[in-house]
């Protein structure tokens, strides 16, 4: 007599993230995808944390700018607790430090928010096999570092402000001003007719091109290039 195949277990999913857009995208998929379960969204760092202590999770999905604190304070903490877990970053944020500071602390996957939602599920399935997804931008940069690790120290370049300015599209520049003016990211999106999403790429691209990390960073920067009105 033919005994059925025992089904495989469900991947437990959970979300580190304050972006409501995504809690919905992220939520369709889980609920779609067949071989896998929802088991809690934290909107904040401190909800993140705290909800660790619920059940084991399979898969962790994080943010890393959260409203009160860096995304990579639960990475390190999930993964001292579940080293089996696979943590995916998903973020705007996709400079160098950020990269490496998110992988040291335990993270096996970084996407970047301009990654299409549609295909969350299969990256999810990913990392539970032992993959590691990560946006082509990031794997390129991950590469570069380690190439150059390898090739002789050249002599440092002046930074950007020293005699060269950014060249920021028109949209940058606008989203730049209005970081300076302190409008949020939703406020921002509402502004300009966009989503959210676009903002945190447009954010993302400034960053790139002024070589900063952080809005103040930027907004210092930016002055120094003359790229702000007075």
């Not at 028109?170 to 939703?186: M, N, Q, W």
Request: charged fraction near 20%; aromatic fraction near 4%.
């Amino acid at each position: 007599m033919h005994t059925p195949a025992t089904p495989a277990p469900l991947i437990r999913v959970a979300l580190v993230e304050d972006d409501v857009e995504f809690h919905s995208s992220l939520r369709g998929a889980v609920e779609a995808a067949p071989d896998m379960t929802l088991l809690w969204i934290a909107s904040t760092r401190m909800q993140g944390l705290h909800a660790l202590d619920d059940g084991v999770v399979d898969v962790l999905i994080v943010d890393l700018g959260l409203p009160d604190g860096s995304g990579i304070d639960v990475i390190r903490a999930a993964h001292l607790k579940w080293p089996r877990c696979g943590i995916m970053v998903n973020t705007a944020f996709g400079d160098e430090m950020h990269v490496m500071s998110s992988i040291e602390a335990g993270a096996a996957g970084y996407l970047l928010k301009d990654s299409s939602a549609n295909s969350i599920a299969a990256e999810i399935r990913s990392i539970h096999h032992g993959g590691s997804p990560i946006s082509p931008l990031i794997a390129r940069q991950i590469l570069m570092r380690f190439q150059n690790q390898e090739q002789p120290v050249a002599a440092p370049q002046a930074p950007a402000s020293a005699g060269t300015r950014a060249v920021l599209s028109p949209r940058e520049r606008e989203v730049l001003a209005f970081i300076t003016k302190g409008f949020t990211s939703d406020e921002i999106a509402g502004l300009m007719s966009v989503s959210r999403h676009t903002v945190l790429t447009f954010v993302r691209r400034i960053y790139k091109k002024l070589v900063v990390s952080s809005k103040a960073e930027a907004i210092y920067e930016a002055r120094l290039q003359g790229l702000l009105d007075d």
